[in-house]
């Protein structure tokens, strides 16, 4: 047990961060953990591709290549390493690690996480009564029409802290939950117990804030014109106190910055609510406060914990069928009848089994362009069906092609990318819970041994998210239309087929502004394409934000909707584009400039 706040550092927020985090840590400011994140629900979609057809490649590979360069140094400091990058084989990844520390001769201890993969027991679940209802719909997995290919269970941080205890110095693991890989540390540097739930709530928000990388210091923020060394903003560093509080920093070397700011946007950030679930811990965060601390210094208060439910979420993926995309582009006026046209003659003589086609534009042409391209405006074309061979048939590539002489005027393809017709196999995802006692929670040594995870001893029933009244017409005085995002920040994600969008402002006096003007009603109107959605709306006032649930809005996940945008990335920022009354006392210079840039 250490009284002294350990610190951890992020290397890696997905499979596709930059592939120089490790070396970027260990070149800044000291650490006590490095940690990779690389399993996004869109990523494992993609993972599972590859390990159905090759089972030892169930792994991200290049974090391999991405730790070997520095292993002695590893060594030399001390330093521990836990990555979620086993995916779908851990235990493959782990024997991989140690054949490369053993050729290169460092010393170093490598254990992995197992239990998380249920695939192969869905049968013998279901005949045991567990219907495993997707959580949105409540269908039961029974009457999926996919056929599953990968199945896992999200595990908490406990045996990471097991393996830490017992001398690992690289933990590899497959589905824990991401806060797990800050709250796995936490647990075993300072001597937790499985009760300490407040100290493992702050843990995992601690976790959540740094999952995702330079998402904490300056990446995909709203206000990233006022950020320094945007070009490349540095990992974030967590240090976890005793008592579960946090401050959030980086590395002092390094570009972005920390400040309430970009810490708010990730706290905001794909969740469901002021109740946060997790196999160790619920964690509660209605009166979670940030406080400026120095220079790219932002304490975390306020967290607390009770006990967690006693299911934890499977993430089930199946193979749906196969797509093509290509991109076409029209240019000038009557872009809606050119973009018509172009879809009738795509339409015409589908060959049979052909699903969707789907021809979206993606923007607007200026009304008096100053360059060609600003009168330009990209079409999106994808088809999907159940099987290759209807869209082998259709031949996208070459129906497109076909259309120079015969079609819109100024219709042209982006010459260097090509046009292509190869059918990508489409994975959906299906949410699910299973009782955590029915989830084997393992670590496994190099020597064969292993110790078992027990179960939390007490769990609470998840209940429904807190409510929270929706507001009165607001009081504004003299206004001004102007976008949102002129006062107002925000950042949007995914989970599962649910996009969340939380909205915040920097000063205390357009607090009551904020909360006031964005109410359900008012969102449905802002976003046209919620209409027909379950909106659930929370309050954040610590926070001075406003966090939405837009449930459906991407279908049934990201992997496998239409949408162009298919995590919701941008939903956010669209937000801050649409016009509101603004009381003008808020403006800043008489409404001129952005106060969130």
């Given at each position: 047990m250490s009284e002294r706040a350990i610190r951890i550092g992020g290397f890696s927020g997905y499979l596709g961060d930059r592939f120089t985090g490790v070396a970027e840590v260990l070149a800044g400011d000291p650490v006590d953990v490095l940690i990779g994140d690389y399993l996004a629900e869109i990523t494992l979609a993609a993972l599972s591709v590859r390990y159905r057809r090759d089972p030892a490649r169930g792994y991200v590979e290049h974090f391999l290549d991405q730790l070997r360069p520095h292993l002695g140094v590893l060594a030399e400091r001390g330093a521990k390493v836990v990555t979620n990058a086993g995916g779908f084989h851990p235990a493959g990844l782990a024997a991989a690690l140690r054949e490369v520390i053993a050729t290169d001769g460092a010393d170093l201890r490598v254990a992995h996480v197992a239990g998380d993969d249920v695939l192969d027991r869905l049968p013998e679940l279901q005949r045991a009564g567990h219907r495993l209802e997707h959580l949105d719909t409540g269908r039961d997995l029974a009457g999926w029409a996919a056929a599953p290919m990968a199945a896992n269970a999200y595990l908490g941080g406990w045996g990471i802290a097991e393996a830490l205890a017992a001398g690992a110095d690289v933990v590899v693991c497959g589905r824990v939950t991401d806060a797990s890989l800050t709250a796995g540390p936490a647990a075993w540097w300072h001597g937790w117990g499985r009760e300490d739930w407040d100290e493992l709530a702050g843990a995992v928000l601690a976790g959540h804030v740094i999952e995702c990388g330079a998402h904490a210091t300056g990446g995909n923020f709203s206000g990233f014109t006022r950020i320094p060394g945007m070009a490349v903003p540095g990992f974030p560093i967590a240090e976890v106190a005793a008592d579960g509080s946090s401050t959030i920093t980086k590395h002092a070397r390094d570009g972005g910055a920390v400040t309430t700011d970009t810490v708010t946007a990730q706290l905001v950030y794909e969740i469901q609510g002021p109740t946060y679930l997790n196999p160790d811990v619920t964690t509660h965060l209605d009166a979670v406060a940030l406080t400026p601390d120095g220079p790219d210094r932002v304490r975390v208060t306020g967290a607390t914990g009770?006990?967690?439910p006693p299911t934890t979420k499977v993430a089930v993926f199946g193979g749906i069928g196969y797509q093509v995309v290509n991109t076409a582009f029209v240019t000038g006026l009557d872009v809606a009848a050119k973009v018509e046209l172009l879809r009738t003659q795509l339409a015409r003589d589908l060959p049979e089994g052909i699903t969707e086609l789907d021809v979206t534009p993606l923007g607007t042409p200026a009304a008096d362009p100053a360059t060609q391209w600003a009168a330009t405006v990209p079409v999106r074309v994808m088809a999907t069906a159940a099987e290759r061979e209807p869209l082998e048939r259709f031949d996208a590539a070459a129906r497109l092609g076909s259309l120079y002489l015969q079609g819109l005027p100024g219709f042209f393809h982006d010459g260097a990318a090509g046009l292509t017709s190869t059918p990508r196999p489409r994975i959906d995802h299906w949410p699910a819970l299973l009782p955590m006692s029915e989830v084997p929670h393992r670590v496994r040594f190099a020597d064969g041994s292993e110790v078992d995870v027990k179960?939390?001893?007490?769990?609470?029933?998840?209940?429904?998210?807190?409510?929270?009244?929706?507001?009165?017409?607001?009081?504004?005085?003299?206004?001004?239309s102007a976008p949102l995002g002129t006062l107002a920040h925000a950042r949007s994600g995914d989970k599962g087929g649910n996009s969340n969008v939380g909205v915040w402002v920097a000063e205390e006096r357009a607090w009551p502004w904020l909360r006031d003007t964005l109410s359900t009603a008012a969102l449905r109107e802002l976003l046209p394409e919620c209409a027909g959605l379950d909106v659930v709306r929370h309050e954040f006032p610590e926070l001075r934000a406003v966090h939405?649930?837009?449930?459906?809005?991407?279908?049934?996940?990201?992997?496998?909707?239409?949408?162009?945008?298919?995590?919701?990335?941008?939903?956010?920022?669209?937000?801050?584009?649409?016009?509101?009354?603004?009381?003008?006392?808020?403006?800043?210079?008489?409404?001129?400039?952005?106060?969130?840039?």
């Open positions: 009770s006990p967690p179960p939390p001893v007490r769990t609470e029933a998840a209940g429904a998210q807190p409510v929270h009244p929706e507001p009165a017409a607001p009081e504004l005085g003299e206004t001004r939405f649930v837009l449930r459906g809005l991407l279908g049934t996940g990201g992997s496998s909707n239409l949408r162009v945008d298919q995590v919701g990335k941008a939903v956010g920022e669209y937000l801050r584009a649409k016009h509101v009354l603004i009381p003008v006392e808020l403006l800043p210079d008489g409404g001129g400039n952005h106060v969130a840039d």
